[in-house]
């Protein structure tokens, strides 16, 4: 069975541009999560989305955005870049409440 | 609002060693979960054991287990004979209650953990 996947990979972008990430969760999981992991330290919560509703926000800003689809796939959105905003970029999908995150390998995103 | 400290940033330890990593939370909530996660190099976090808050009983997964000691806020993780595939970082995380979908991880600044030949 596949795993959570994310694209692109790697991505380098320029201050004030903005950015797509997308996820696509384990096949049968309607819950997918966003975090935010800055070098060296652990990975930052910024959403949850379950059943395509907005379900958790992290303290981060409303340059932040995503969105779940039918198919349960997740984009987020990040507007305005800022050099602070280089990262890896997590994806975390669950089948349902009470149950574990299964992580996907990451975007990671350099802002220049 | 949950924290989770992890007050080792870096361990070493000698293959088929066994190894405790300490990882101390706050929460103000009575059901939670509490996580171990394994970063290696390629980035994927892999979930090494889970404790459901509720139960007394210390979890265990082959070659892991946890004490954990819900009064003191502690849930430390024991590597049993260690090896080289072990080396990697390691992320304490505890969860929010499941109200309505809403599962939110809190990590730890994580220990990075080195298997020595």
């Known amino acids: 069975d596949a795993g959570v996947t994310q694209s692109p990979t790697h991505l380098i972008k320029t201050r004030g541009q903005h950015v797509t990430l997308r996820c696509s969760p384990i096949?049968?999981?309607?819950?997918v999560s966003w975090y935010q992991q800055v070098l060296g330290q652990g990975p930052q919560f910024i959403f949850q989305y379950y059943e395509k509703e907005e379900r958790g926000r992290g303290n981060f800003p409303d340059r932040f955005s995503a969105r779940q689809f039918p198919n349960y796939s997740s984009e987020l959105n990040v507007n305005a870049l800022l050099l602070g905003d280089s990262a890896l970029y997590l994806c975390?999908?669950?089948?349902?409440?009470?149950?574990?995150?299964?992580f996907g390998p990451g975007t990671r995103l350099t802002v220049t | 609002a949950q924290t989770v400290t992890q007050s080792q940033p870096e361990m070493s330890v000698q293959e088929a060693e066994t190894v405790t990593l300490s990882c101390t939370y706050d929460?103000?909530?009575?059901?939670?979960?509490l996580f171990w996660y394994k970063q290696p190099p390629s980035r994927q976090m892999i979930l090494v054991i889970r404790q459901e808050a509720y139960k007394q009983q210390n979890a265990t997964e082959n070659r892991f287990s946890v004490n954990f000691q819900k009064a003191a806020k502690s849930f430390s993780l024991k590597i049993s004979d260690s090896q080289l595939g072990d080396t990697a970082m390691y992320f304490c995380a505890s969860s929010t209650p499941f109200y309505f979908g809403n599962e939110k991880l809190t990590f730890g600044t994580g220990t990075r953990l080195t298997i020595i030949p």
């Open positions: 929460t103000s909530e009575n059901n939670y979960y």
């Open positions: 096949s049968g999981h309607k819950s």
């Open positions: 975390a999908s669950r089948p349902g409440q009470g149950s574990e995150q299964y």
